[in-house]
Structure formats: structure tokens, C-alpha cells
């Protein structure tokens, strides 16, 4: 059985395909990033001094930092993470919300 929208083999999808799944996307983007020179890194959080909202990656290279919040092609963000992205963005920060992995590629080309 293939994938109705991008066509590969059961269970896999294209880098762009909207069946991908959160984890999925943020592989892409997590190898995408660290073979493109990138310091990746994710903040796991749990417990009472957990920071409600920050985003699911956080890449740094020649000094720009850019925050890349990964969603399903359905996904919202939650009313922490509006607010964790209204404060980076406040500041000057780079701030993403990505789909899949051409939106951090288009994103970088953009910054």
C-alpha cells in the first residue's frame, strides 16, 4: 500500500508529505540542520521548573539562533507557545514554526 499523497511505500512518506508526524519532521530537520553546519539541540522539560512553551528545536550557527517549533500539517500552537514566539519574536529572534523540511530551508535562505 502506498501513501495517497506522496506515493512511497507503506509506513514512509516524501520529506514534504503531510501524512509525516511531528517526530518525523523534526528528524528531517534535526539531520537537515546538523549536516548544514547547525548546533541543534532540544530542551527536554519535565517537572516544576519546565519552561511552558519553548520550542521543540533550537539551532545555532555564526551567531543567528532560530527557534523551529514542529507541527503536523494539522498541528496548532498551543496559547504557551503563541506566547513563547510573541516574546522571542519582541526581542528580535528568529522564531519558526515548521511543516515539513522545505519550510526551515526557505526560512533559512530568508534570514
Not at 514542529?70 to 522564531?95: E, T
Amino acid at each position: 500500500m502506498k501513501c495517497e499523497i506522496c506515493s512511497y511505500p507503506d509506513g514512509m512518506h516524501s520529506i514534504s508529505c503531510t501524512e509525516n508526524s511531528e517526530s518525523q519532521i523534526q528528524t528531517y530537520i534535526k539531520e537537515y540542520l546538523a549536516k548544514s553546519g547547525w548546533y541543534v539541540f532540544k530542551i527536554h522539560q519535565q517537572g516544576k521548573y519546565c519552561f511552558k512553551g519553548i520550542t521543540d528545536l533550537i539551532a545555532i550557527k555564526n551567531g543567528l539562533t532560530i527557534y523551529v517549533e514542529v507541527k503536523a500539517w494539522k498541528g496548532k500552537l498551543s496559547d504557551d507557545q503563541i506566547k513563547f514566539r510573541d516574546n522571542i519574536v519582541s526581542k528580535g529572534g528568529k522564531h519558526l514554526v515548521a511543516r515539513n523540511l522545505d519550510n526551515v530551508i526557505e526560512f533559512i535562505k530568508a534570514v
